[in-house]
């Protein structure tokens, strides 16, 4: 069965600082992977998705993220944090066969410091 | 937005009720889904449709049923709610194995 880890649940970053988000995936083949970000209150917005090709993916915000087979990971990075994009992220995983049914991680809570 | 509405969004109901949620979508998306968010837990599958009548278990579908009869509507009805199946509940569609997964509003049930 796959399995995600993200293993920091809460991250506080400064404005304007880099800023780097873990998920590690298990799964036996290539898979595809996503980043979903939720504000307080709401549904889930899609960061930025993979599914095969170039390693490093663009998303929307800023937000890229690079998948490392060798070390089975998909980590969210932006360069430079803003006020606004504190936030809860989570990164999920689904087989690259039949449905899409996600298997998500437990998030990590993001607070950006003045 | 992608034309996604839960219903209700907020509701209160005691142990033992049953309780149905109401997912609706106006983009005849193939494919719906029912996750509940729990913290600690992430979001978890509870069932999945890929058609009109064609349905399947996910990953916590313990004492939960859905029924799809129109494209455009998922139910998930929780046959006798219980205090463990208090959660928020979102609804997800989306078109094709490639395609992304939108995600609607969500639905704060309260067992007591």
């Known amino acids: 069965a796959q399995s995600v880890t993200q293993p920091d649940i809460h991250i506080t970053v400064s404005e304007g600082a880099s800023l780097e988000l873990r998920c590690n995936y298990s799964?036996?083949?290539?898979?595809?992977l996503f980043w979903y970000v939720q504000s307080p209150g709401q549904g889930l917005q899609l960061l930025l998705k993979?599914?095969?090709?170039?390693?490093l993916v663009q998303g929307i915000k800023g937000f890229e993220a690079e998948f490392k087979r060798s070390q089975s990971s998909f980590n969210l990075r932006k360069p430079s944090v803003h006020w606004s994009d504190a936030a809860e992220y989570f990164c999920?995983?689904?087989?690259?066969?039949?449905?899409?049914?996600?298997?998500f991680g437990t998030g990590t809570r993001l607070l950006v410091s003045p | 937005d992608a034309g996604i509405t839960q219903s209700p969004r907020h509701k209160v109901t005691e142990t033992g009720t049953p309780v149905t949620l109401r997912c609706h979508q106006t983009e005849n998306h193939r494919y719906m889904y029912w996750y509940r968010q729990d913290p600690g837990h992430g979001l978890r599958l509870i069932h999945y449709s890929y058609g009109v009548k064609d349905t399947d278990k996910g990953e916590v579908s313990d004492g939960y049923s859905v029924s799809r009869s129109k494209t455009e509507d998922f139910l998930l009805t929780l046959e006798s709610a219980t205090s463990s199946q208090t959660s928020v509940y979102f609804c997800a569609i989306n078109s094709g194995r490639q395609e992304t997964q939108y995600f609607g509003p969500g639905t704060r049930l309260l067992v007591l």
């Open positions: 993979y599914f095969s090709g170039d390693t």
């Open positions: 799964y036996g083949a290539t898979p595809y």
């Open positions: 999920a995983v689904a087989e690259n066969t039949g449905f899409q049914k996600l298997v």
